[in-house]
Structure formats: C-alpha cells, structure tokens
C-alpha cells in the first residue's frame, strides 16, 4: 500500500506516533504536532490511479482520533468497485472519482476543512483536562476541604487565561456553557434589566442565528429591534448605525468576524460611537477570540461572547466578558446558587474549563505562528479556488479573517458539489442551520441572489491543516466543478455566449 504522509513544512509541532501516544506537556511544549492517520478507500481512483496504486491511498493528517484500518479501506474497495460496475460508471472516467461512496456507517475520514464549525481539540488541552476526571474531582465551590481548593485554582487559573486574551480582568470573565449561551445572556439579559426605561436594540443581519433568534424573542416583549442591513462586502454603514441609537436604545451587538464569510467589523469604530451615545457594545467573538488582535479596552467593548471549542478547546464551554468599570448591569437567564458573580449560576466543570484556559493560553502563545501559517494556506486556496471560471470571493477580501473562506461557483449548485466532496468536509454555511436547504440568509443580505446563495461553499482552515490538503481541495474542487457544470443545461447556455438574463423562463 502507498503511504503519503502529509505534515506540515514548519517544525512547529512533532508528529505523535500512534494514537494510543499519551501527551505531556512537558515533553510536547509548545513545538507538539498531531499526527494520527485517516485512510482514503481507493475508490479515490483517480487519486490512486494517478500514484499507480490499485490497493488503497493512505493519507496521514492530524485530524483523527480514529483511523480508518487497512481492512476496511479494503472492503470499501471492493463495494466501491461492484457499485461502479452496477451504475455503469467506469471508475477512472469522470471527476467524480475522488468521491468514495460509503456502503456502512459514515465510511473513511474526509479531509477536514470546516474550522468554523469546531476545531480538533488540541492534545496539550486533553492532557491538562484529564487530571480533572480523576484525582482532582472536587466541586470548584466546595470552599471547605482542598478538594474544592484545587479544582477552585485551576478555575481562577483558566479564568486569566481567558481574560488575558482581550486585555481584560479576570473578574470580568463569566463562564457558561457556549457562545449561544452567552450571546442570549447578553440580547435579553441587558434588555430586561433596562426594560423600564429602554426598549430598543440594534443589531444586523448578518448576526449568527441565536443573536437574531434572541433579538426576536425580546420583540415579543415589547422592545423594538433595529436589523442592520451591510454592504455587498458584508460590512456594516457607521452612519448608519449611529443614525439608528435613540434615547430609549439600551444595547448594540454586532459580530466581531461573521461565521459564514469571514468578515471583520471596524470594532474599535462601532465601540468609540456605543461610549458616545452611552449605549452598551456587544460583540459576538465567537470566531474571532484569539484569531485577530482583540482589545476590550481599546475597543470599548462592553460585553464579548467567547467559545471554547473554536479554539482547539472543548465543547460545552464558553465565556461571556462582562465590563465591570464602569459596571454593565444585566438580569441573569436563571437562577441558582448564585455563581460566577450571581450572573450564571451552576456547578462549574473543572475539566472543561481548565481545557478551556488552556486553549487560551495556547493561542495567545501560538499567535503569530498560526497567524502566518493560515495565511499563507489562505491565500494558496483562494488563489487556486479563484482560478477556475465564474467564481467569486463573498465578503471582502480586505477586511475578512483569511481561515474562513466562502467561494461561489456559479452554474453549480452547492449542494450537489459537497455530496460530490465526500472527501472533504465542507459545508455551504453555518453549522447551525445546515439541516436547512434555504439559502445562505447572510449571503442574500448581501446582496446575493438564490442560484449564488446556493452555489457558495464555506471553508475553513486552522492550526493542523496542511499544504498538502490544500493541494488536494484545489484539485479536487477544480475537478468536480467541471464535471458538475457539463451537466447544466445553463453551463451550456453560457458557454455559448447566451445572456440568461434576457431569457423569459415560463413557470410548470
């Protein structure tokens, strides 16, 4: 069988040998590199057949905890093989050989591109999490015995981490259970606790879906709610904004780096008009907490949502900054035990969130490097994705975080490309709402139309991707494309210099 390892150029992280490794942050420090092995069944013909192997690609990247065996490439190999023969496809004749199709279960690992989604959980963040499942077990506010105590410094440990990120004080960080969590603490938390006095917000379109879901709910309530419309680059009008606080306006929340297109807010800007109008400034920093400089301070933010597992941390935690001079006041979701400043109240868990500070720690100490290495991958995929024929970057192309990246193709529908994609995990939005066949809803307040909505694909690139996936999306999408635009009736039509645009379509 032929072997490929694929690992990244710089000697910023070491391959680990097996999967049954165990990690010290001692020996790993700050140079540890993930390495574990995802096996591409050969039904990946045209890959396979290229390289001369007729028994099976194997491509080692970091981004699984469960590799694929040898066996089972096999045996996908040979249902693969029958299928072909069955549908009268000849493997090795169109662009869909890549695209293995799995007979079992969810089949061999893809290549992993969907950073916007969650991240892998880094190893050193595992290896600090697992003490706090075994010896130090204690409850964090069992402030009577040393098993509260040791877990209680580990907490308050996390919490500078965290805080120290955005510049902040670790007094003024809250931990909860996600981004979600905190985004809905802050929409109707601030709102109820002015409701007296003030009943209106402003926020955009372009929000992640629990802030507008969240704004909703509070029009149920009585407040008014202001939706920003952006630019065709997905970035919101100043004058606009302030045009549209008023007297009564108790809260602005816009989002720092939008899921879906990747577009950077002027924050600083936004938050110098928010101290002006004296109107608090939220933003949802999901996507962009320890990935572009973040100062709260500087920024005059009010209150940040943050979440752990965009950050090679786990999943479940998250944290909201909340200003404490001068001091944001906002009503608690539900109450409880009165924890974390009597703002979210529940038993904190000390796996979690030392896993969480200590994905925090990672990025602030990883920062340039990750900075340069996604970068440079960035511009690598754009430029290769660019290249092809009637496609189009969605977002600005100066003002956007260069890990997510959302690409139109034209003629094509976006569905169809990613089931053509079997073997790269993408998606044609967020996450959140993928169940939904609608078109991308930031897309359209864009300004895009259905057919460009639905033909964009989003992806994403982190700390543990590789030049080599890069090499491989660029073919394989460049491929895959063509072959899905030989088909359309519309490719054809333009193709032969047809305006689609002076065609009158009559309705069935």
């Known amino acids: 069988m032929l072997r490929l390892a694929f690992v990244r150029s710089n000697n910023r992280l ?261 101290k002006k109008h004296k109107v608090y400034f939220h933003t949802d920093a999901a996507q962009a907490y320890g990935k572009i400089p973040i100062d709260v301070n500087e920024m005059n933010i009010d209150l940040l949502s943050i979440s752990s597992h965009k950050i090679y941390g786990p999943k479940g935690i998250g944290a909201l900054y909340v200003r404490r001079r001068p001091r944001v006041r906002l009503e608690p979701l539900f109450s409880g035990g009165g924890q974390e400043r009597g703002l979210r109240s529940g038993t904190l868990a000390p796996p979690n969130v030392a896993g969480f500070g200590e994905a925090a720690r990672i990025m602030k100490q990883e920062y340039e490097n990750d900075k340069k290495h996604i970068e440079r991958l960035s511009k690598k995929l754009v430029d290769g994705l660019l290249a092809n024929d009637h496609t189009n970057l969605n977002g600005s192309a100066l003002h956007r975080y260069p890990g997510c990246i959302n690409v139109s193709f034209a003629y094509v529908e976006g569905e169809s490309l990613l089931m053509a994609l079997r073997d790269i995990a993408l998606s044609s939005g967020s996450a959140c709402t993928s169940a939904s066949l609608e078109p991308s809803y930031v897309l359209h307040a864009l300004g895009k139309d259905d057919a460009m909505a639905h033909s964009s694909i989003r992806f994403g690139i982190g700390r543990f991707s590789t030049e080599e996936e890069v090499d491989y999306v660029i073919k394989a999408i460049s491929e895959r494309v063509k072959f899905l635009r030989e088909l359309s009736p519309l490719w054809e039509m333009v193709q032969e210099g047809i305006d689609l645009d002076s065609i009158e379509w009559s309705g069935h």
């Not at 965290?162 to 004080?169: F, L, Q, S, T, W």
């Open 14 to 274: 070491p391959r680990i040998a097996s999967s049954t490794a165990t990690f010290s942050r001692n020996a790993l420090g700050s140079s540890l590199r993930t390495s574990l092995t995802r096996q591409y069944a050969a039904s990946a013909a045209g890959v396979a057949k290229t390289l001369g192997s007729d028994e099976g690609l194997s491509i080692e990247t970091h981004t699984d905890v469960q590799a694929a065996n040898k066996e089972q490439s096999n045996i996908r190999t040979s249902s693969n093989s029958i299928m072909s023969t069955e549908d009268g496809i000849s493997s090795g004749t169109t662009a869909l050989n890549h695209a293995y199709r799995e007979n079992t279960g969810y089949g061999t690992r893809p290549i992993y591109l969907d950073m916007q989604a969650t991240t892998p959980t880094d190893p050193r963040v595992l290896d600090t999490m697992l003490k706090y499942y075994t010896g130090l077990y204690g409850n964090p506010h069992s402030n009577t015995h040393s098993y509260g105590w040791e877990t209680n410094k580990a907490v308050e440990a996390a919490r500078e981490y965290v805080a120290d990120v955005i510049n902040a004080n670790s007094k003024e960080i809250i931990f909860t259970s996600g981004a979600t969590e905190s985004n809905n603490m802050v929409v109707k938390g601030v709102a109820r606790f002015y409701s007296k006095t003030k009943k209106h917000i402003i926020t955009t379109k372009t929000e992640h879906k629990c802030v507008i879901e969240a704004a909703r709910a509070m029009m149920n309530e009585g407040f008014e709610v202001t939706f920003l419309n952006v630019d065709a680059n997905g970035l919101v009008d100043l004058k606009v904004l302030e045009d549209a606080i008023r007297p009564d306006t108790c809260l602005v929340s816009v989002m720092a780096v939008n899921n879906e297109i990747g577009v950077i807010q002027p924050l600083k800007e936004i938050g110098a008009i928010c």
